[in-house]
Nanobody
Framework: VQLQASGGGLVQTGGSLRLSCAAS????????MAWFRQAPGRDREFVAT????????LEADSVEGRFTISRDNAKNTVYLQMNSLKPEDTAVYYC?????????????????WGQGTQVTVSS
């Protein structure tokens, strides 16, 4: 499966952005999807994940209550709605997919990765 992330940009503290990740290739609905992020000089960090049917989601403590992951299997797209953005949310955001097992918060669980989209939050 190929993943294409979009929707990043520059926003002020307290603002909102919605990231999209469009998938092509094999059946999108078979895959667990996730968002990760990586800030300069820091390790990649789990942000959120959603099961293949969308019935279960999990967000990192650092974004819970501000970010929401969702998916539209008819459009082969997963979204990350980001509200109340903070400067510490600044990072490159990556979408990822897996149809295997593994710990959903760990990057090594995911087999496919998008190219990343930059999110910058100004103070």
């Amino acid at each position: 499966v190929q993943l294409q992330a979009s929707g990043g940009g520059l926003v002020q503290t307290g603002g909102s952005l919605r990231l999209s990740c469009a998938a092509s290739g094999r059946a999108f609905s078979d895959y667990r999807m996730a968002w990760f992020r990586q800030a300069p000089g820091r390790d990649r960090e789990f942000v959120a994940t959603i099961t293949w049917g969308g019935g279960s989601t999990l967000e990192a403590d650092s974004v819970e209550g501000r970010f929401t992951i969702s998916r539209d299997n008819a459009k082969n797209t997963v979204y990350l709605q980001m509200n109340s953005l903070k400067p510490e949310d600044t990072a490159v955001y990556y979408c990822a997919a897996t149809n295997g097992a593994g710990i959903p918060t760990m990057g090594r669980t995911y087999d496919y990765w998008g190219q990343g989209t930059q999110v910058t939050v100004s103070s």
